[in-house]
């Protein structure tokens, strides 16, 4: 199980970190990665690292201003954003990926979050 948290509303230019708990697997051996929905739009590719936290990837809208990073003794996925914008407004998800390796597709991914709401206001 994995479930999402973290400060919803917050002015552009401002930064917000995302949490993602994970219960019920090996943490330490999967992949994880975070997605996002905004209203009308597909699910789209954010950011992934591997089981190791050895690699990451972002999507090229998100570079430079968002990091994406694990603790696997805490069993947390993190996803700290800055300079944030009013198009970063959208549903954040946290997934799970048991082959360890990244990957920046949904159907990559085994296992999902619920999803936490993250508005930017302009």
């Known amino acids: 199980q994995l479930q999402a948290s973290g400060v919803g509303l917050v002015q552009a230019g401002g930064s917000l970190r995302l949490s993602c708990a994970a219960s019920?697997?090996?943490?330490?051996?999967?992949?994880m990665g975070w997605f996002r929905q905004a209203p009308g739009k597909e699910r789209e590719f954010v950011a992934t690292?591997?089981?190791?936290?050895?690699?990451?990837s972002y999507a090229d809208s998100v570079k430079g201003r968002f990091t994406i990073s694990r603790d696997d003794a805490k069993n947390r996925l993190h996803l700290q954003m800055s300079s944030l914008k009013p198009e970063d407004t959208a549903v954040y998800y946290c997934?799970?990926?048991?082959?360890?390796?990244?990957?920046?597709?949904?159907?990559?991914?085994?296992?999902w979050g619920q999803g936490t709401q993250v508005t930017v206001s302009s």
């Open positions: 690292i591997n089981w190791r936290g050895s690699i990451t």
């Open positions: 997934a799970a990926r048991s082959n360890g390796y990244i990957g920046s597709q949904p159907n990559d991914y085994d296992y």
């Open positions: 019920g697997l090996t943490f330490g051996g999967y992949a």
